[in-house]
């Protein structure tokens, strides 16, 4: 159960709208659900301030319907579902509402309307790199964020980056995503005051090592306030920008 889903059933409690019993009832069945193949982790909207998180790679269609679903029951919206491939996509369509991106590989899942709050500025070096943009941009907009696209803005042309100084400065979280040698986070860095969090792709020329190259280069930025996620981690990325993004005490 979500807080605000919380909050509103206690104060139907409170108004006098809502049994006691049935408060009880609902938050009895709100820690998991074991599904067999899952235990669905229904309390942690109220830990992490959003709700958990489905890695469709590895899991069959009809596994990823029997979450959704439990989710779904106990009032969870926006569910994200990562990593979905578009076979799988086809195999799920009309089972549940959802909205898909095939460029991200990311679904959301029983999608409802939110406001979008603060800023998070998404910057991409490379057009290859946008699919991980996008499941960072996506999953930070699902979340609740309000995301800025910078997309194309790499080393090789600074005049691109600078071009859209005043969205980074007015950003409260940067996610810079690069392949290659993995340098966009720490000239990003060096220009903002904001936290970054730098992104390393798989793409790139032998010596990229499949991310690893960009993955020490980020690992070793000179700029401060610079953190690293795993590569081609978008998701990870987008949900820590959110998290950064949404903090109490910062002015929405």
């Excluded at 998180?53 to 989710?71: A, C, L, N, T, Y």
């Amino acid at each position: 159960m979500e807080e605000r889903e919380l909050l509103k059933l206690l104060r139907e409690v409170q108004a006098g709208t809502a049994a006691p019993e049935e408060a009880a009832r609902l938050l009895s069945r709100s820690t998991f659900e074991d599904l067999g193949y899952a235990k669905v982790d229904h309390h942690r909207a109220s830990r992490q301030g959003a709700a958990e998180v489905i890695f469709g790679q590895g899991k069959e269609p009809d596994q990823i319907e029997g979450i959704v679903r439990s989710m779904a029951e106990r009032g969870a919206g926006n569910i994200l579902i990562t990593r979905l491939s578009g076979e799988k996509e086809e195999k799920l369509r009309g089972r549940f509402p959802y909205r898909y991106s095939a460029e991200a590989r990311l679904a959301v899942a029983n999608p409802v309307e939110i406001p979008l709050t603060g800023s998070v500025a998404v910057v991409s070096a490379g057009t290859s790199d946008l699919a991980v943009c996008e499941e960072a941009a996506l999953t930070a907009e699902a979340l609740g964020s309000r995301v800025h696209r910078v997309y194309d803005a790499g080393v090789a042309g600074l005049h691109r980056l600078l071009a859209h100084l005043e969205v980074l400065e007015g950003a409260r979280c940067i996610v810079a995503v690069a392949g290659m040698e993995g340098a966009l986070p720490s000239v990003v860095g060096g220009l903002v005051s904001c936290p970054v969090i730098a992104v390393p792709t798989s793409v790139g020329y032998g010596a990229n090592l499949g991310g690893l190259a960009a993955l020490l280069a980020m690992l070793n930025s000179c700029a401060s306030g610079v953190s690293v996620v795993n590569i081609d981690n978008g998701f990870g990325g987008g949900f820590l920008a959110h998290r950064i993004n949404q903090m109490k005490g910062i002015d929405q």
